[in-house]
């Protein structure tokens, strides 16, 4: 095992953590109604129950860290000639290493989804609850969210445009 599947695979197993940690502080945090979108000023205009916030979230997670990670396990019986990935005979050689590749990829995407949902759901907590931190501390969270998908998301590709040192058997 490599360092950085090891290191994708904690990160994963952190995520997870810190995303049941975060609901868990969140609901009893969170009063009947929660506000959910601020006017200019950061006072709450619009509000979802306790509730339903909660429903959305276990719904999320569940889409995230099962339905994702079934995905990436099909996406490995997969046979290499019909994945569309370049220089695709040379990995279909190193198929192992593709796989593993293939693997970090989805885990990595999964780790990075739970982190931020439980770095949403701790700031819609503390926004709530007039703690310190008012709604634009977290104006920057959004832009982190998008250019850290990206850069999750074209990471694969561009790794699999390096070809794969072919390891020789004797």
Not at 26 to 54: C, N
Not at 88 to 93: G, K, N, R, V
Not at 106 to 133: D, G, P, R, S
Not at 134 to 144: A, N, P, Q
Request: charged share 15%; with cysteine; aromatic share 12%.
């Amino acid at each position: 095992m490599e360092i950085a599947t090891f290191g994708i695979r904690a990160w994963r197993i952190l995520s997870m953590m810190a995303v049941f940690g975060a609901s868990i502080y969140s609901y009893s945090l969170f009063g009947a109604d929660v506000g959910v979108h601020f006017d200019a000023s950061g006072k709450p205009d619009e509000f979802m129950t306790k509730s339903d916030i909660f429903y959305i979230l276990v719904a999320l997670i569940l889409i995230n860290n099962v339905l994702l990670v079934a995905f990436g396990r099909q996406l490995l019986k997969l046979p290499s000639h019909m994945l569309p990935i370049p220089n695709q005979a040379e990995w279909s050689l190193e198929r192992e290493k593709l796989n593993e590749h293939l693997q970090n990829w989805v885990y990595c995407l999964v780790a990075l989804i739970n982190t931020f949902i439980a770095m949403t759901v701790w700031a819609l907590a503390t926004v709530n609850n007039e703690f310190k931190y008012k709604i634009k501390d977290f104006e920057g969270l959004f832009y982190v969210v998008i250019a850290s998908l990206l850069i999750v998301i074209i990471s694969l590709p561009i790794r699999l445009m390096i070809k794969p040192q072919i390891e020789e058997q004797s």
